[in-house]
């Protein structure tokens, strides 16, 4: 079993910064990838951005250059780091870890963490 804890979302300004934080614990040996995903009121849940143990990232087009993904392999934990936000990065951000990137199977989700962009 995999247990998932996120923190790090809130209420922002837009142009304003929010770091998100996922640790894994359990079974997690085999859980190559880590990443994020977030769902908006009325809209189907979309990947934001996805890393492998190795390093590699991969990210949605629209939050190129404003957030960045990391690991800490040491800790079994991932973050987003979110710059330059948008009110339509409004959206509950979920953390996901799971075997291979090609495929949603086996895959395991945080609670998720609520991010409001507003002035």
Same mark, same amino acid.
């Given at each position: 079993?995999?247990? &998932?804890?996120?923190? /790090?979302?809130?209420?922002?300004? #837009? %142009?304003?910064?929010?770091? *998100?934080?996922?640790?894994? =614990?359990?079974?997690?040996?085999? &859980?190559?990838?880590? /990443?994020?995903?977030?769902?908006? #009121? %009325?809209?189907?849940?979309? *990947?934001?951005?996805?890393? =492998?143990?190795?390093?590699?990232?991969?990210?949605?087009?629209?939050?190129?250059?404003?957030?960045?993904?990391?690991?800490?392999?040491?800790?079994?934990?991932?973050?987003?780091?979110?710059?330059?936000?948008?009110?339509?990065?409004?959206?509950?951000?979920?953390?996901?870890?799971?075997?291979?990137?090609?495929?949603?199977?086996?895959?395991?989700?945080?609670?998720?963490?609520?991010?409001?962009?507003?002035?």
């Amino acid at each position: 079993q995999v247990q &998932l804890v996120e923190s /790090g979302g809130g209420l922002v300004q #837009p %142009g304003g910064s929010l770091r *998100l934080s996922c640790a894994a =614990s359990g079974s997690i040996f085999r &859980l190559n990838i880590m /990443g994020w995903y977030r769902q908006a #009121p %009325g809209k189907q849940r979309e *990947l934001v951005a996805l890393t =492998s143990r190795g390093g590699s990232t991969n990210y949605e087009d629209s939050v190129k250059g404003r957030f960045t993904i990391s690991r800490d392999n040491t800790k079994n934990t991932v973050y987003l780091q979110m710059n330059g936000l948008k009110p339509e990065d409004t959206a509950v951000y979920y953390c996901n870890v799971r075997p291979t990137a090609t495929t949603l199977a086996g895959s395991y989700w945080g609670q998720g963490t609520q991010v409001t962009v507003s002035s």
